[in-house]
């Protein structure tokens, strides 16, 4: 939780019965919310089969029948279709509670002790689109496309006539019918910028066919302010606005809208890993960044956002997932929160130049044995590297420089060699800390190739059962070491919820 940061609580939610914003909930479950006295009578009809079951926690658990339906919770939809009774009460249960402060904006805090495991929320996505630096992708299912079939309505690339009728491509197949032709896209296998203005249109289309979504995804944070003195600013005016409007004749949204649009995408689009689609979901996206997250996110196969808890998280606490790699070091974090997310993180995390003793940045002092160089006086914004034992100290700009050419040396080793891993970790022990972020990836990627099978330098590798008991215990060390830190900064177990096995769900 940042440190001097002012809570401003206040009830953000719509009222359950006109949506307007409201301002008092309901006196039992403290979870719907209303804008009047008066609606709130008019809604106790309905609400009070979904109210009596929270009004018993948290002292004894109702009793629930199997059978019963219970309708979903009204503040985040939290219900697993698949779950259990018990499961679905403990699921409403966990409702977070939506808060404001000035530093943050909107978060979720926990409106009781959460348990490891439990469901916070379920979202299902507003909108789903390719990602912005794409290869091109059928705009019905994701997959590459090669150009063998297009779109009969519009031109753009599919994979066939099923994903023509998918409604996913409803939005951009309309758009494009403004063109006197047909959109043709030539270059296929490599990034194609034409596939930047794909979301932003589906995103666009909810103003004129979905209000409801429309207010959701225009409440999101967009950061336009600091957007527009930036690179990426530049790139969307041509690849976005001026595309849309020159190449699919589109004059329908003003510039500035279609700009607020990308900065909401940025900002608050989660990547789905596996088919690389960009989701954005409206009650998701109130949660948090923190350096060592409280959460695991999952995606079922319905492309459904599930956040759990990923340690117990108290009553009160902030709800926290990680907008960033966990496993990268402070200095390359805060440079993408800055760049992309347009903040500067300051968990406890940050604030620690040992990183909680496991000094993930740090360097071998240059003049003793023994000390570790680390930033100073603050990782935020060092003025100097400065070593733990010795007065020796380091410029910032001769760390980067450093870290720079290591970097460099990293990207340089060839793919699945194992001698030149095993190099790089030799070399660099002098020079960087044992749980260095460049060597934890490094270790990583070892940890994987051992027992892979598989030619390396032409060379036959043993499988995992093949194994020599020396290498099969290099492994182990390798695992260890990268587990230790990994439980540290990315606490919890990843779930594999309502689905039946592992290959459809996304994490
Ligand atoms: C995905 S949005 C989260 C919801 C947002 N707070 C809102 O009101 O819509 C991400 C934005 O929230 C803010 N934010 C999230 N985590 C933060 C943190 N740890 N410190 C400061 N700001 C944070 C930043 O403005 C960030 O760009």
Same mark, same amino acid.
């Given at each position: 939780?940042?440190?001097?940061?002012?809570?401003?609580?206040?009830?953000?939610?719509?009222?359950?019965? =006109?949506?307007?914003? %409201?301002?008092?909930?309901?006196?039992?479950?403290?979870?719907?919310?209303?804008?009047?006295?008066?609606?709130?009578?008019?809604?106790?009809?309905?609400?009070?089969?979904?109210? #009596? $079951?929270?009004?018993?926690?948290?002292?004894?658990?109702?009793?629930?029948?199997?059978?019963?339906?219970? $309708?979903?919770? #009204? @503040?985040?939809?939290?219900?697993?279709?698949?779950?259990?009774?018990?499961?679905?009460?403990?699921?409403? %249960?966990?409702?977070?509670?939506?808060?404001?402060?000035?530093?943050?904006?909107?978060?979720?805090?926990?409106?009781?002790?959460?348990?490891?495991?439990?469901?916070? &929320?379920?979202?299902?996505?507003?909108?789903?689109?390719?990602?912005?630096?794409?290869?091109?992708?059928? &705009?019905?299912?994701?997959?590459?496309?090669?150009? *063998?079939?297009? +779109?009969?309505? =519009?031109?753009?690339?599919?994979?066939?006539?099923?994903?023509?009728?998918?409604?996913?491509?409803?939005?951009?197949?309309? !758009?494009?019918? /403004?063109?006197?032709?047909?959109?043709?896209?030539?270059?296929?296998?490599?990034?194609?910028?034409?596939?930047?203005?794909?979301?932003?249109?589906?995103?666009?289309?909810?103003?004129?066919?979905?209000?409801?979504?429309?207010?959701?995804?225009?409440?999101?944070? %967009?950061?336009?302010?600091?957007?527009?003195?930036?690179?990426?600013?530049?790139?969307?005016?041509?690849?976005?606005?001026?595309?849309? @409007?020159?190449?699919?004749?589109?004059?329908?949204?003003?510039?500035?809208?279609?700009? @607020?649009?990308?900065?909401?995408?940025?900002?608050?689009?989660?990547?789905?890993?596996? $088919?690389?689609?960009?989701?954005?979901?409206?009650?998701?996206?109130?949660?948090?960044? /923190? +350096?060592?997250?409280? *959460?695991?996110?999952?995606?079922?196969?319905?492309?459904?956002?599930?956040?759990?808890?990923?340690?117990?998280?108290?009553?009160?606490?902030?709800?926290?997932?990680?907008?960033?790699?966990?496993?990268?070091?402070?200095?390359?974090?805060?440079?993408?929160?800055?760049?992309?997310?347009? !903040?500067?993180?300051?968990?406890?995390?940050?604030?620690?130049?040992?990183?909680?003793?496991?000094?993930?940045?740090?360097?071998? +002092?240059?003049?003793?044995?023994?000390?570790?160089?680390? $930033? #100073?006086?603050?990782?935020?914004?060092?003025?100097?590297?400065?070593?733990?034992?010795?007065?020796?100290? &380091? #410029?910032?700009?001769?760390?980067?420089?450093?870290?720079?050419?290591?970097?460099?040396?990293?990207?340089?080793?060839?793919?699945?060699?194992?001698?030149?891993?095993?190099? !790089?970790?030799?070399?660099?022990?002098?020079?960087?800390?044992?749980?260095?972020?460049?060597?934890?990836?490094?270790?990583?990627?070892?940890?994987?190739?051992?027992?892979?099978?598989?030619?390396?330098?032409?060379?036959?590798?043993?499988?995992?059962?093949?194994?020599?008991?020396?290498?099969?215990?290099?492994?182990?060390? &390798?695992?260890?070491?990268?587990?230790?830190?990994?439980?540290?900064?990315?606490?919890?177990?990843?779930?594999?919820?309502?689905?039946?096995?592992?290959?459809?769900?996304?994490?």
């Amino acid at each position: 939780m940042p440190p001097g940061d002012v809570y401003r609580k206040m009830v953000v939610g719509a009222c359950a019965v =006109c949506g307007c914003p %409201a301002s008092q909930r309901c006196g039992k479950c403290h979870l719907t919310a209303y804008c009047s006295k008066d609606h709130q009578k008019q809604h106790w009809k309905t609400h009070r089969t979904e109210c #009596s $079951p929270y009004r018993k926690l948290p002292g004894k658990q109702p009793i629930i029948k199997q059978t019963k339906r219970f $309708p979903s919770c #009204s @503040k985040c939809s939290c219900i697993s279709q698949s779950a259990a009774a018990q499961t679905l009460l403990q699921a409403a %249960a966990n409702c977070p509670v939506v808060c404001q402060s000035e530093n943050l904006g909107r978060y979720l805090e926990a409106s009781r002790d959460i348990l490891p495991g439990e469901i916070i &929320l379920k979202d299902s996505p507003l909108v789903l689109g390719p990602r912005q630096v794409t290869v091109p992708v059928c &705009l019905g299912c994701f997959t590459p496309v090669n150009g *063998t079939y297009s +779109c009969t309505m =519009c031109g753009w690339p599919l994979c066939g006539p099923e994903c023509q009728e998918n409604d996913l491509h409803k939005a951009e197949c309309q !758009f494009s019918r /403004n063109r006197t032709s047909k959109v043709q896209v030539h270059k296929f296998m490599q990034v194609n910028q034409m596939y930047e203005c794909i979301t932003p249109l589906r995103c666009l289309w909810l103003k004129q066919h979905d209000p409801t979504r429309w207010v959701s995804l225009t409440q999101m944070e %967009a950061h336009m302010e600091q957007r527009r003195t930036t690179d990426v600013h530049e790139v969307n005016q041509v690849n976005v606005v001026d595309f849309m @409007k020159q190449y699919l004749k589109i004059t329908t949204f003003e510039e500035d809208e279609i700009h @607020k649009i990308c900065g909401i995408i940025d900002v608050n689009g989660f990547e789905i890993p596996g $088919p690389n689609i960009i989701g954005l979901y409206g009650k998701g996206c109130l949660v948090e960044h /923190n +350096c060592i997250p409280n *959460t695991t996110r999952t995606f079922d196969a319905q492309l459904n956002l599930v956040i759990r808890a990923a340690v117990k998280i108290p009553k009160g606490s902030h709800i926290s997932t990680s907008y960033s790699d966990p496993m990268w070091g402070t200095a390359n974090r805060q440079l993408h929160l800055t760049t992309t997310k347009y !903040f500067k993180c300051s968990c406890d995390r940050c604030f620690d130049p040992t990183e909680f003793g496991t000094h993930l940045s740090s360097l071998r +002092c240059v003049k003793c044995t023994g000390g570790l160089m680390l $930033p #100073s006086p603050s990782p935020l914004d060092p003025d100097i590297w400065a070593c733990n034992s010795c007065p020796a100290t &380091l #410029s910032v700009e001769h760390v980067e420089q450093f870290l720079k050419q290591m970097g460099e040396k990293l990207v340089m080793l060839k793919e699945n060699s194992l001698n030149s891993s095993e190099a !790089f970790l030799k070399a660099s022990s002098s020079k960087l800390s044992e749980n260095h972020y460049y060597r934890s990836d490094v270790k990583l990627a070892l940890a994987q190739m051992y027992g892979r099978g598989g030619s390396q330098t032409q060379q036959q590798q043993p499988n995992l059962k093949d194994l020599s008991k020396d290498l099969l215990e290099r492994k182990e060390t &390798l695992c260890r070491e990268v587990l230790a830190l990994a439980d540290l900064f990315s606490p919890g177990l990843i779930y594999n919820i309502n689905c039946t096995t592992p290959t459809n769900t996304y994490y």
